[in-house]
């Protein structure tokens, strides 16, 4: 089955104290992103990634660190997070390149609190 | 800059009865834009897409989108609403090689 698998779905933090959310897809695509959902403000970009070893900033990119060293794998890392990162956030992926007409297969999501 | 603006944080629509939900864009060049449905607890579902060609995009769930270059819209539309289609709906934009999302509708499907 095509999908796109995140993990921790849900997650209790510390202010500070590093975490990574993982993101992996099994349709070799070649784009990969990270939003985050609030309330009232929709989904936000952090990063993206056009294909293996290639990431680009979003719209919110502070305090977010992504790498992409496999074409399935697109982790999430936040070094130091604070109770501001606090939110839900998906990651998707999506054909690459000319290919890419926008249309992107979501994970189920990853609610993070921080504390 | 180029967006997506969703004017209606909530639309309540009776079963049985036709639904939009509004969507305007301000972008440069030919437009690519989307429609995309959260369902509860569940991650966005893709529902139509315009690039170009017919004005009127057919999606999943009986859904449709009509793409009017006028008035800068592309409204989500379907001719009889289930309870079922209650949800979140995101109206998308291509920019560059990012996709931008508006703010999201809730609809609410009355029995």
């Known amino acids: 089955e095509a999908q796109v698998t995140q993990n921790p779905r849900y997650l209790i933090t510390v202010t500070g104290k590093k975490l990574t959310v993982t993101c992996s897809q099994n349709m070799n695509h070649e784009y990969m992103s990270w939003y985050r959902q609030d309330p009232g403000l929709g989904l936000r970009q952090i990063y993206y990634s056009m294909n293996v070893e290639v990431t680009d900033k979003g719209d919110v990119p502070e305090g977010y660190k992504v790498s992409r060293k496999e074409k399935r794998n697109f982790p999430l890392i936040l070094e130091s997070p604070s109770p501001n990162q606090t939110s839900l956030y998906f990651c998707?992926?999506?054909?690459?390149?000319?290919?890419?007409?926008?249309?992107?297969?979501f994970g189920e999501g990853s609610r993070l609190t921080v504390l | 800059a180029q967006s997506v603006a969703q004017p209606e944080d909530q639309v309540n629509v009776a079963e049985g009865n036709p639904l939009t939900v509004k969507c305007t864009y301000s972008v440069s060049g030919n437009p690519y834009l989307f429609w995309y449905v959260q369902y509860p607890n569940r991650g966005l579902q893709f529902l139509l897409k315009y690039i170009t060609g017919d004005n009127l995009v057919k999606g999943s769930y009986g859904f449709e989108a009509e793409f009017n270059k006028s008035q800068t819209s592309f409204h989500l539309k379907k001719p009889s609403a289930l309870v079922s289609d209650s949800a979140l709906y995101f109206c998308?934009?291509?920019?560059?090689?990012?996709?931008?999302f508006g703010k999201g509708t809730r609809l609410h499907i009355l029995p």
């Open positions: 998308a934009s291509r920019r560059d090689d990012k996709i931008i």
């Open positions: 998707a992926s999506s054909r690459g390149g000319l290919a890419n007409t926008g249309e992107l297969f």
